[in-house]
């Protein structure tokens, strides 16, 4: 969720880049493809998170994380396969 918030990706775009980018696949600790979430499982975990409350502290503790080692989360976007 972290990547599709950063990138602006729909459920749809996620499942795509876990399954074509290796580096998004060792970020979210994926070793085998078979382990890529598909688009209904991402929205339903996205989900889950929100109707427990979880969403905005989780995200909240990783800017902070960030922002302690010197890094501010930013979105960008996808184009030709560039990040921008």
Do not use: C
């Not at 598909?38 to 929205?43: S, Y």
């Not at 339903?44 to 080692?69: P, Y």
């Amino acid at each position: 969720l972290l990547i599709q918030q950063l990138f602006n990706l729909s459920d749809e775009q996620m499942e795509f880049q876990l399954l074509d980018r290796l580096s998004f696949q060792r970020f979210a600790g994926l070793r085998a493809s078979s382990q890529i979430p598909d688009r209904t499982t991402i929205w339903t975990f996205k989900e889950r998170l929100i109707q427990a409350g979880a969403s905005e502290s989780i995200f909240d503790a990783v800017n902070r994380q960030l922002a302690k080692h010197g890094y501010i989360a930013r979105g960008g976007q996808m184009i030709d396969a560039s990040f921008v």
